[in-house]
């Protein structure tokens, strides 16, 4: 068991590193000179010049990149290009924004998902299942931003249901802000789900232990809910592991668009602004969760099933 | 039956694109009289937008560009995916270790963040997005091709190609990747969709095609605003076609899978 995690934590070291290296590469190489983006077209080669220097770009690369790779050791991201302030500081206001949306949200869509496909593979090929797959297809054939824009249209303007837009300080009136995007984000990320919890379902379905059960004279209720579901768990926890990273970095559309101070406005603020190093401390601590949360699977995946160590 | 339907829908779209790319619909401007908002009419269908230019033009159009940005990410992530799976399912050694810590990398950083990341290094542009999208959505194509070669690296006709003495890369490309091919072209399938829904998302954001270019992600930007007054044409164009090629090209997919495995 320690010969495991030492290879995992080794191997996340060196995502950690890789993580760094990408960022960097495509920031300061692929996308050209920082300070140019930065300054605009129009800027003079004097101001370009002395904002690179103001900047700290006129250090080699490999400097740069090295103080890149201990801010993100030490957690301390520097001062942000466009207001000064510093970038943890930001990201320690914006979280805050983006949970409080995404989590009660992807809560919703997972029990939602689960109870949707389990009704579904209950009644496997008959008209509800095809009814439901069908309606996960073409759920899923509207763009994202068509729900958000429609449901804003609808439910906040024309029935005037919630409000159109805005956030509040305090904890207490904040939910009513929180409604209407709570219920697109789960509605809208509910049909991928659903297909593959039930694929899932559908796949223990074939076991042989289904029909042990089926021939002891088991209810099909008794089945589903206990041996199935039970042993279909764990494609459903891993996807869940996998996706719990991204709910740190909020929804960019959401929150752009009914104007939640979260991360994914933050992102798409400095995108606009050409605020490199709240980007890049954005994608590396998006990672850096990811991977912390990945270590965590990992070894509760060996605790409960000592074979894991062998992968 | 239902296979020749939506292949027929699908085969539609991708004339359209051809077409437009051949300059049909390009000159279809009429400066002289520009009627902004216009409803549905019969010498409008769709109506028209904000600079009075025709909806429907706009949305066969903007079929273009979803065509192309689908076709062309996918052929490059298709060929990025199965070259490093392959190279590392079949080597292993040291090529395997550097490819499964690429594509762990690249796996790790949360999608809309290398995403963005891209857009932003690259800027705006078919091009960009073209690089953008291949370069950041081969990895599970790659981790699905890199098991199935280490899969059948023991398989017998393999070990009978290797005692003939085959070259290496003639035993990967002619004799294993063939054997593979199914699950490329499902994933391909994949690919596709979820390409011409992100530039979709990215054109929207501002990170996509330029303003100005035909785009069903410009259209519904641009309607977001109208959709409030009333101005309703411009948002459902967009949203039926681009319905109708993800819906097509995703039933065509479920249908292969089906075929693949009758039992889901």
């Not at chain 1, 300080?169 to 219920?183: A, D, E, K, V």
């Not at chain 1, 050409?274 to 590396?284: E, G, H, N």
């Not at chain 1, 699977?297 to 074979?307: G, P, Q, Y």
């Not at chain 2, 902004?36 to 769709?46: D, K």
Request: some cysteine; charged content about 15%.
């Amino acid at each position: 068991m320690s010969g495991f995690l030492v290879k995992k934590l080794l191997s996340a070291l060196t995502i950690v590193v890789g993580v760094t290296f990408i960022t960097f590469c495509l920031f300061h190489i692929v996308g050209g000179d920082p300070a140019l983006h930065y300054a605009g077209k129009n800027a003079s080669p004097e101001v370009v010049q002395s904002l690179r220097h103001e900047l700290g770009l006129d250090k080699p690369v490999v400097t740069q990149y090295f103080i890149f790779l201990s801010q993100a050791f030490t957690w301390d991201w520097g001062t942000s290009w466009s207001n000064h302030r510093q970038v943890t500081q930001l990201l320690n206001d914006h979280i805050g924004a983006s949970l409080t949306l995404t989590l009660p949200a992807y809560t919703l869509s997972v029990v939602l998902a689960v109870l949707i496909s389990l009704a579904a593979a209950l009644r496997k090929d008959t008209f509800v299942d095809r009814g439901l797959l069908h309606l996960c297809f073409i759920l899923m054939s509207i763009s994202f931003v068509v729900y958000v824009v429609f449901a804003q249209k609808i439910f906040a303007f024309d029935l005037n249901w919630f409000p159109v837009y805005g956030w509040d300080t305090s904890w207490i009136y904040r939910w009513s802000y929180i409604l209407l995007p709570c219920f697109i984000y789960s509605l809208a990320h509910l049909p991928p789900k659903v297909l593959l919890f039930r694929a899932a379902l559908l796949q223990e379905l074939e076991k042989d232990y289904v029909r042990t059960a089926q021939a002891k004279g088991l209810s099909t209720y008794t089945i589903y809910s206990i041996h199935i579901l039970k042993n279909a768990s764990l494609p459903i926890v891993t996807l869940v592991m996998s996706q719990l990273p991204t709910l740190i970095t909020g929804s960019v559309l959401l929150e752009a668009y009914f104007g939640i101070p979260g991360l994914g406005g933050l992102l798409l603020n400095s995108i606009q602004s050409s605020d490199l190093p709240v980007i890049k401390a954005l994608t590396v601590v998006g990672s850096l969760f990811y991977i912390v949360v990945q270590l965590a699977h990992d070894l509760i995946a060996a605790f409960l099933d000592r074979r894991w160590e062998l992968t | 039956m239902k296979i020749k339907i939506f292949s027929f829908i699908v085969g539609v779209y991708f004339l359209i694109a051809l077409l437009v790319q051949c300059g049909w619909l390009s000159d279809s401007a009429s400066p002289e009289r520009i009627v902004s908002y216009l409803p549905p009419s019969p010498e409008y269908w769709l109506g028209t937008d904000f600079l009075g230019r025709s909806v429907l033009v706009r949305a066969l159009q903007s079929t273009r560009v979803a065509v192309a940005v689908g076709l062309i990410s996918t052929l490059i992530a298709v060929t990025v995916g199965t070259c490093l799976g392959a190279f590392a399912g079949y080597l292993r050694g040291w090529v395997d270790a550097v490819v499964v810590w690429l594509f762990t990398t690249l796996d790790s950083i949360p999608y809309i963040l290398l995403l963005g990341a891209f857009a932003f290094a690259l800027g705006q542009g078919l091009q960009n997005i073209f690089i953008a999208l291949g370069l950041t959505s081969w990895t599970t194509l790659c981790r699905l091709v890199r098991t199935e070669f280490i899969k059948l690296q023991e398989a017998e006709f393999v070990i009978a190609a290797e005692a003939q003495g085959l070259r290496r890369w003639k035993i990967i490309f002619a004799h294993i990747l063939p054997n593979v091919m199914h699950i490329i072209l499902i994933q391909a399938g994949v690919i596709f969709v979820s390409s011409i829904k992100i530039e979709v998302i990215l054109s929207y954001l501002g990170l996509g095609m330029e303003p100005g270019s035909a785009s069903w992600g410009l259209m519904i930007d641009d309607a977001k605003q109208e959709i409030t007054r009333g101005f309703w044409w411009n948002m459902i164009a967009a949203t039926i076609f681009m319905f109708g090629l993800v819906y097509s090209v995703q039933i065509l997919l479920e249908e292969w899978r089906k075929k693949r495995t009758p039992s889901s």
